[in-house]
């Protein structure tokens, strides 16, 4: 992690605006769900993905590529893979290995019968999303793995969703819910100060220029 002297000096660069806007948003930051999308074919579902992870407060985003590693398209994310934390994979075995280890439980969004649904959902545990691919879901890996399953109740003819209408749906409900409930949702100072720094190092086009400048006085 960066110093806090570097934080500091970075920080007073930015205009008063602009460092208030950093500090109201890492408020509302959180890590306690994270969102893990696997082989999503279509580019602008995984961004939009991302941007709604950004508006609705999830800072760390996993993305599995086992089939075709993409990039993340910027117009459609608006500039949102700048401050939410990009993780990638390429197995997703792997990658729910790496999640449990952390802390998660791994919650399959899925809609079969024994799914739960959304509102239903317990949110106390730490939880890692699963969305699949628009056409077949989530691999029999995931599902296999998942600890529990939820779903969106529907009541059209319509059987799915998008996934981004999917994510934004969920990451609403799920975190408006987690917000009003006492649970100890934010960031701690060590990873607010963390991610502070990933944002200020996105954040200026001169950025090497700025580390040697303080490096030198």
């Not at 110093?3 to 460092?19: A, G, V, W, Y």
């Not at 949702?185 to 990933?198: A, I, T």
Request: net charge negative.
């Amino acid at each position: 992690m960066a110093s806090i002297e570097f934080l500091s000096f970075l920080e007073e660069l930015l205009t008063p605006e602009r460092k208030a806007l950093f500090n109201k948003v890492i408020e509302q930051r959180t890590n306690h769900f994270t969102v893990v999308t696997e082989d999503v074919y279509q580019l602008h579902n995984t961004s939009a993905v991302i941007r709604s992870c950004d508006v609705f407060g999830i800072q760390n985003v996993h993305v599995i590529e086992e089939q075709k590693v993409k990039k993340i398209d910027r117009e459609i994310a608006m500039g949102a893979q700048k401050w939410v934390s990009l993780n990638r994979h390429d197995d997703s075995l792997k990658c729910i290995s790496k999640l449990r280890e952390e802390g998660y439980q791994i919650i399959a969004t899925s809609p079969n019968a024994e799914a739960i649904e959304l509102s239903d959902f317990d949110i106390t545990k730490p939880s890692a999303l699963f969305l699949g691919t628009e056409k077949d879901g989530l691999s029999k890996e995931v599902l296999s793995n998942a600890d529990q399953c939820i779903k969106i109740p529907m009541v059209g003819f319509t059987e799915s969703l998008n996934i981004s209408v999917s994510a934004a749906i969920i990451l609403q409900e799920l975190t408006s819910r987690l917000r009003k409930s006492k649970i100890s949702w934010e960031l701690s100072d060590y990873d607010k100060n963390e991610v502070k720094f990933e944002w200020l190092s996105k954040s200026f086009k001169n950025f090497d220029q700025l580390v040697k400048r303080f490096e030198n006085d």
